[in-house]
């Protein structure tokens, strides 16, 4: 099963940018769709983004349209969130998520196999 760790969360400034990595283990990472989740405190995971198998096709959730772009590079086996004009609301730990599913949309949580660590993202007003 591949095995996923985040990297590149920190604390920004409302307005500012973060670019998060997922790096994946494992010579089938191209085969899994991939997704980006985010908690934060006191709430339930929500569905940020998620990318195919290709690369070809995105979805986002509709706060985050616009400002964050996710993206992957199956040859270095690594998915990527890119936040740009990040808000105080976008605080949360941020998960990637990967899914050996056929098909399916890909936003709910039961849909993927394997899972990071997380990786805080704080933005201060």
């Known amino acids: 099963q591949v095995q996923l760790v985040e990297s590149g969360g920190g604390l920004v400034q409302a307005g500012g940018s973060l670019r998060l990595s997922c790096a994946a283990s494992?010579?089938?990472?191209?085969?899994?769709?991939m997704g980006w989740f985010r908690q934060a405190p006191g709430k339930e995971r929500e569905f940020v983004a998620t990318?195919?198998?290709?690369?070809?096709?995105?979805y986002y959730t509709d706060s985050v349209k616009g400002r964050f772009t996710i993206s992957r590079d199956n040859a270095k086996n690594t998915v990527y969130l890119q936040m740009n004009s990040l808000k105080p609301e976008d605080t949360a730990v941020y998960y990637c998520?990967?899914?050996?599913?056929?098909?399916?949309?890909?936003?709910?949580?039961?849909?993927?196999?394997?899972w990071g660590q997380g990786t805080q993202v704080t933005v201060s007003s």
């Open positions: 998520a990967a899914s050996a599913r056929a098909g399916g949309s890909f936003i709910n949580g039961y849909q993927y196999d394997a």
């Open positions: 990318i195919s198998r290709s690369g070809l096709s995105t």
């Open positions: 494992g010579r089938t990472f191209s085969t899994y769709a």
